[in-house]
């Protein structure tokens, strides 16, 4: 079993004020057990300050996250905020790492064994799932990274997001492990002993996916080549989507990806166009699978989450969302409502929000087994306990 606390402070000037507020709220002496793992989110500038490293160094257990752009938890909800979940247990263990991440495929494939083979066998144990949190690297896309650890792991569940701030070059984004911030490597927190866990995603409203369907016929990796045999521009163009919108559009227009193996279909995002006419994606679109165009807006955000939290909420312990950073943008003047529609309906649960630059989650296939995903446009639940 494993219990939670979660605290929450926005002193980002005093490190030594934001130690006393976050151990005020924990008080560690009186709730943790024998072993434990805290989960940070928090804004970037709190790295300038010193806050974090001051937090970090004040815990007696080892502490992994990454930056965001607004986040909630302990009933606070802001961008410029720290939030703090601990995970304790007598039962139930816990192991950290970080990983530096190379520019390349094969550097990333042979980072990750590295890295992560050493959190496998922990006096004899393979971990449960795995909390990851992914650097913001241009030449490496989040799915080149989840495939790494599936072949160290052999499929073990991973949970978490990619790092993203409030810059619009995102020049500050981190991933945390014990009071230190890197611009460049995975952090992964290992699981070990029999938790319950439950994993769930929001994404797009059925209601806002054309029902128009057409085949991936040629890609590579995240490059979406070919569709219906025409190029993507083609496509795009062929169902009614000017130019002048893809110019203005491409990031809120969600792609939707059928594998057609019986697996919820993912959402991707569409970065930009090439002079060829392919799109740039937020992960892999695979040939021979279907895709769909969606819309999303405040509404279907607000009515996604909340439908798929609510459930969550119920079985009890402690409540991880994660949730795309096109969420938070789409949200428009009413950024936070998101966040706010979170920390209204888990008054009482521990729980942790953050918006994030992608979102990792596994989804079971049509047979029920776990495979690991990456998800754009998407919000990500783990409930633990």
């Known amino acids: 079993m494993i219990k939670s606390f979660t605290a929450a402070t926005s002193e980002i000037d005093d490190p030594q004020a934001a130690v006393a507020d976050i151990l005020g709220q924990l008080n560690p002496r009186a709730n943790l057990l024998a072993h434990s793992l805290g989960i940070i989110s928090c804004f970037s500038e709190f790295e300038e300050t010193g806050v974090l490293k001051a937090i970090c160094e004040a815990l007696p257990f080892e502490c992994i996250g990454a930056t965001t752009c607004l986040g909630a938890g302990a009933g606070h909800v802001d961008q410029v905020i720290f939030i703090l979940t601990v995970l304790t247990s007598n039962d139930c263990r816990f ?5 530096p991440i190379g520019a390349g495929a094969g550097e990333v494939d042979e980072a990750v064994a590295r890295g992560a083979a050493p959190l496998l066998d922990k006096d004899g144990e393979k971990p449960v799932f795995f909390f990851s949190y992914l650097p913001l690297i241009n030449t490496v896309s989040g799915d080149m990274m989840l495939e790494a650890m599936d072949k160290v792991t052999g499929g073990i569940p991973l949970f978490g997001t990619v790092a993203v701030d409030h810059n619009a070059d995102f020049a500050t984004v981190r991933t945390i492990r014990n009071g230190k911030s890197y611009p460049s490597a995975m952090v992964l927190g290992a699981v070990y002993g029999a938790p319950r866990v439950t994993f769930e995603v929001a994404s797009l409203d059925e209601r806002q996916i054309r029902s128009q369907k057409a085949v991936i016929t040629a890609s590579s ?3 979406l080549s070919g569709v219906n045999g025409k190029t993507a521009l083609g ?9 002048e919108e893809l110019s203005t559009g491409l990031g809120v227009i969600p792609f939707v990806i059928d594998y057609r193996d019986g697996t919820k279909p993912l959402a991707r995002a569409v970065f930009t166009l090439t002079p060829e006419g392919y799109a740039v994606c937020g992960g892999v679109m695979p040939a021979g699978a279907t895709m769909s165009i969606g819309h999303i807006d405040k509404a279907a955000i607000l009515e996604t989450t909340c439908r798929t939290l609510h459930p969550l909420l119920a079985q009890g312990g402690a409540v991880f969302c994660y949730s795309c950073v096109g969420r938070y943008h789409a949200l428009g003047a009413d950024s936070t409502a998101e966040a706010d529609a979170v920390a209204d309906a888990a008054q009482g649960t521990p729980y942790q929000f953050a918006h994030c630059g992608g979102e990792i989650c596994p989804l079971p ?6 495979k690991n995903y990456f998800h754009n446009y ?4 783990c409930r633990i306990d």
């Open 95 to 99: 192991a950290t790492s970080a990983i």
């Open 221 to 223: 990796g995240n490059i």
């Open 235 to 243: 496509y795009l163009e062929e169902i009614g989507l000017t130019r």
């Open 365 to 370: 296939d049509g047979e029920g087994k776990l």
């Open 378 to 381: 998407t919000a990500v639940f």
